[in-house]
């Protein structure tokens, strides 16, 4: 009897848990389905039919019309060169940087690791007026490599952090005994530790990537011309004056959805792998 209501409860939680997932999952994937059910609905149904799950008839005419008649591939390659630059600076330097704040012990490491934390409690609204007028007298306003210098500058202390964790779950012994074994410390760290620490990268390079991709606010604030908007800026052109164009904005969005799913497509085992690993130390 006491078996059987165990065995129920088991059902009844399996149930419940599996439930809670798919509500879950269903809340998450929602606005994205909204995004993709308005960029195929014709403008002629967009407000007569009201809400619906999905449009009497679907057209691509959204999609034809931003990628034809607009400088949205423009905006699109802006965002990707910006982005991937961006992602692996910052990865770059950030492992230089956690790996020696694991692994070395040196004057002013913690008023270096408080000042690192100190840059991530500063509003960004608060900080726009003086790097507007830094980048103005260094020629890096309108400019693509201002825009890297800038996401590269506010990303690195969180990756530096992210990087460390890894660095800190991986056992200086094995560094250590490649070292008795005759490398030097560069070769051990370029044979035994950099391998180890992939998925960390992974991780990182993931994270700052979404983070370039879609951020608005200095690209907004650098960015005037049209041939250097990304395309968080260049969604904003189909909002008029006395009108929004929602089907060609919600298209536009779909295909900006594109390269961050192919990224992250790439990069899954790695994330996958360096999440729970820096989760976990020893």
Known sequence: MIAGRSRKARILGGIGLYGAV???????????????KISVTPQSLLYSEGITLWPSSATWENYKTVLRATDFPRYFLNSVIVSVVTAVLVTIIASAAGYA?????????????????????????MVIPP??????????TNSLTGLIIIYTAFNIAFATFLMQSFFDGIPKDLEEAAMIDGCSRSQALRRVIIPLTLPGM???????FTAAWSELLFALMLISSDSQKTFAVGLLTFIGKFAVDWGQM??????????????????????VTGLTAGAVKG
């Open 202 to 208: 992974g991780a990182t390079l993931g994270f700052v």
């Open 101 to 125: 704040m694991s692994r070395f012990s040196f004057r002013g490491k913690t008023t270096v690791a408080v000042t690192l934390l100190l840059t991530q409690t500063f509003p960004l609204v």
């Open 250 to 271: 919600m298209a536009a969005s779909v295909l900006a959805l594109i390269p961050a799913c192919l990224f992250f497509g790439f990069l899954q085992r790695y994330l």
């Open 22 to 36: 798919a509500a879950y999952v269903i809340f998450a994937l929602f606005p994205l389905f909204w995004t993709l």
């Open 131 to 140: 790097i507007y007028r830094i980048m103005g007298e260094l020629g890096l």
